[in-house]
Structures are given as structure tokens and as C-alpha cells.
């Protein structure tokens, strides 16, 4: 006959085995390992989705990461509300706001592209302009650190990303991804591995002063002015 174990004791088995004072445990017994375990099994019960410790670029092993809201099913916010506290896996670090921030005040073409009203070529408005936004957005959001988690305050400090967002999936909103990397979103909405060959930028001021450009062309401009590229024999730059 087993031994009964009360519900009490067993609250308090996982006490143990979650703080540093367990003893008889087994030689292959992780804390992180139990604690993913642990909170799928509450996930299961109650709602809410485990984002596991492995996919999570800068776990600091002392918890787990739930995600309450999602693409598919309602917010299960009402019982993970009085658990979950900010930490460095659900929003993004100081190091890492500060790389961001960093990074947008480099000169960068597919910035430029996204924030553009207008452009010309060769220093003439250019009448016609057929525009890949969503291949560009992806290069922009490719670009930012691999940690970068999507929250609100990633879009205080970097608006034009989640504009960039918004190119490559036009039903993006924030709630749905929010907790999760940038990365993951990126790699959801991504295009086929030959989309750097894709002419993504066509620019047309005559027949004679026209411009159709691959990413490999961007990523090749030549920044001369604020606001201004050289790309082969034209230069292509915002406009008034």
C-alpha cells in the first residue's frame, strides 16, 4: 500500500525541491528542469502557455517564463496576474535597451527606407516607387540583438521597429507577442532564402533615371549625406 502524502506536504515537497535545501536527491535532478516541468503541469490546468528555459536567450534559471496571452485562445490572465513580477526574461535588459537605442542613431539605409514620405533619385522626386516594406522591415528587425524581448518599451525606444512590425505582418499587435523575442516573430513572417536576389526598392524619376534594387544592393550603399545614399551609379535619398 502507498504512502499518503497530504496536499500540505506535497506543497511542501515542491518548496524543498524549488529552494536550496533538498536533500536524497537524484544525481540528474536540475531545479530549472523541475520548475519547466512544474509549470506546464499548472499551464495545463489553468491556462497559459510555458515558454521553456532552452528557448529563452537570457534565463537566469530563477523562474519561468508564462506566456498569458497569445494568437490562439483568450488572455488567461486571472490567475497568473497575482504570480507573475518582472524579470530579465520578460522584458528587456538595460544592456540591451541601450544597444537598441544605440543602434538607431547609426546611419542605416532601411531606417531611412522605413521613415521615408517621399524619395528621390539622382536629386529629382521620383514618380514612381514600388516598395518591398515588408523585406526592408525584416533586414531592420534582423538587425536589433538577439535578447530583444517584445514589450511596449521596446517600442517607446525603438518606434521604427515596431513600424517594421507592422510591414511584415499587417495583424501584428503588440499584446499577442508580448514576452517573446523578436527573433521568433522575425522568423514566423520570414521570406525564402532567396529573398536578398528580390528587387525590393524600384525607382522611377524618366525612363532614362530609374533605379530597381536587390537587398544585396542596399546592404552595399554608400551613406554620403544625411538622408542619402550612393548605390551603384545613383543615389537615392529621402525627400523634402
Not at 538587425?143 to 512590425?165: G, M, N, W, Y
Request: net charge negative; charged share 20%; aromatic share 6%.
Amino acid at each position: 500500500m502507498g504512502n499518503h502524502v497530504s496536499a500540505a506536504n506535497l506543497g511542501n515537497a515542491v518548496n524543498v525541491l524549488l529552494g536550496t535545501g533538498a536533500i536524497n536527491l537524484p544525481s540528474d535532478f536540475t531545479q530549472q528542469a523541475f520548475m519547466d516541468d512544474l509549470a506546464e503541469v499548472i499551464c495545463r490546468h489553468v491556462g497559459g502557455e510555458l515558454i521553456p528555459s532552452r528557448r529563452l536567450f537570457d534565463s537566469d534559471s530563477n523562474g519561468v517564463t508564462i506566456e498569458t496571452t497569445g494568437n490562439h485562445g483568450s488572455p488567461r490572465k486571472a490567475f497568473w496576474s497575482d504570480f507573475v513580477t518582472p524579470s530579465s526574461t520578460s522584458s528587456n535588459s538595460a544592456r540591451t535597451l541601450s544597444e537598441l537605442a544605440l543602434q538607431a542613431t547609426r546611419r542605416d539605409i532601411f531606417s531611412d527606407l522605413l521613415s521615408a514620405g517621399k524619395l528621390q533619385i539622382d536629386g529629382k522626386p521620383a514618380i514612381m516607387v514600388s516598395y518591398r516594406g515588408d523585406l526592408i522591415a525584416q533586414e531592420r528587425i534582423n538587425a536589433a540583438p538577439r535578447s530583444t524581448i517584445i514589450d511596449q518599451h521596446l517600442f517607446e525606444v525603438r518606434p521604427d521597429l515596431l513600424k517594421a512590425c507592422h510591414e511584415m505582418s499587417r495583424d501584428f499587435v503588440v499584446e499577442d507577442w508580448a514576452g517573446r523575442h523578436l527573433e521568433e516573430f522575425a522568423s514566423e513572417y520570414a521570406k525564402g532564402p532567396d529573398h536578398d536576389k528580390t528587387i525590393v526598392l524600384h525607382l522611377m524619376g524618366t525612363l532614362e533615371r530609374q533605379a530597381k534594387l536587390t537587398l544585396e544592393a542596399l546592404w552595399n550603399a554608400q551613406p554620403i549625406e544625411p538622408g542619402a545614399w550612393r548605390i551603384g551609379t545613383v543615389t537615392i535619398s529621402r525627400g523634402a
